[in-house]
């Protein structure tokens, strides 16, 4: 009775280059570039996963980070730290506390088959009735999809759903109604973190713009998640038409029911057989 819906969202952080509206008019036609000065891209990937009665979970985090040299190390870390070295650690696991997000490093922050395991069993892998199968939707990302993933989502009865790449604007929850309104949080947080240091600027020296750290983005993430309401979550089942509406609902007939009526009554040819539904009601002429 319920289906759910994951869903990548990829988030770059710059200090180097920001693009603003080329019109202030709210049409967007185009793009500009502002140039900031200061840092590289790095990229943050979050997971987010809505069940189509309205729940959200929480987002799992990817951050970029540097691998150790020693293999040990680099060993230890991906058990024991989810691939972060020992000071950063420290770190993650009070973001981690404050969140209730799963965070985790990898050198280039992008989502793999390691992490669809993790993020599977997190989410189903201890749920309390494990042999009531659990419909999941998601993209065409390749790191959803190889063996291992697909093996263990059997092991707990979740069935993957395959969404097209050509049709996730349309059957894809996420998509269809929750992305645009959470990266409008994302940047409206963005533009206020830049605000804020030009507000901030004293002009004695030139300005230079900071790079948010990463208990600012996991906090952007959390709270732009946090924000969208269960309707919102909700209406992008209806959207995608995995979910009846309300109304859809009243104006659905119970046929079921009236079956299990004539049954009781008798009223039931059992002899008739299986009717073609396009021919179960008679266009013809009525005598008299």
Known sequence: DRAWSGRLLQRRRNSSLLRVPADQDGRHEGLSDGVCGGKEKERATAMLLGDSKGNKYSPTVIFKTQKSKLAEVAKFNTAYQHGFGKTVWKEIKTLQESTGMEIYGDAAAWWNSDMSIQFLKLH??????????????????????????????RSIKVHLLKVPPSATSACQPADVAWMRPLKVRLRRYWVEFLRKQIEDNTCEYAFKMTAPARSIIAEWIYNGWNELSGETIMSGYRRAHQLQSEEQKRLDIDTMSVIRSLESLNLLDSSVGVLDPENEIDGGGVDG
């Open 124 to 153: 189903f892998g201890a749920r309390e009735d494990v042999s009531r199968p659990i419909l999941l939707l998601l993209d065409d990302f390749s790191g959803h999809w190889t063996e291992e993933v697909k093996a263990y989502a």
